[in-house]
């Protein structure tokens, strides 16, 4: 199915999967898995899925499978080990994603870790439980402007 089919299907949501408190380490740990049940029946249209919880495991990375669910609009993965910020950019292409949780890993020790990530997900209107605001973008942007700038510089040095 193309990404454009997905943008296509109905409006009809599945429920969400909630993987949390797994001791998941990859992706593919969770065929052995069963999800928590909700009050709604398990994903009938994986193409609908708009929320994953894999909250409080063992993940170290963004598994390119998450980046299929066209409809994902909330994702939370705070309380694993994903230790890069170049692990978010994989998310830049889902086109409805709007809440992401990932506070709790050691990514959110690194400077400028917010305006990393509302840079690279523009369209993010929840981070980690907290509201993007107006000032966070505009933080966001100037942050983006001179850490280019800096690497510019940077680059300029070494080639001297």
């Known amino acids: 199915m193309s990404r454009q089919d997905y943008m296509n299907i109905s409006e009809v949501q599945e429920p969400p999967l909630d993987y949390s408190f797994r001791s998941i380490h990859v992706l593919q740990d969770l065929i052995s898995e069963e999800p928590r049940t909700g009050l709604r029946p398990l994903l009938e249209n994986p193409g609908n899925l708009a929320w994953i919880d ?88 100037v942050w983006k402007r001179m850490n280019i700038k800096h690497k510019k510089t940077q680059i300029k040095r070494t080639m001297l």
């Open 54 to 141: 894999l909250s409080f495991n063992d993940l170290s990375s963004i598994d390119p499978v998450l980046t299929t669910f066209f409809n994902l609009s909330v994702l939370y993965l705070h309380g694993n080990s994903i230790q890069r910020l170049g692990e978010v950019n994989k998310l830049a292409i889902l086109p409805r994603l709007r809440s992401l949780t990932l506070h709790g890993n050691p990514i959110e020790e690194e400077k400028g870790y917010r305006q990393y990530v509302l840079c690279t997900l523009p369209r993010i209107t929840t981070l980690d439980f907290s509201g993007v605001t107006k000032a966070d973008r505009t933080t966001a942007e």
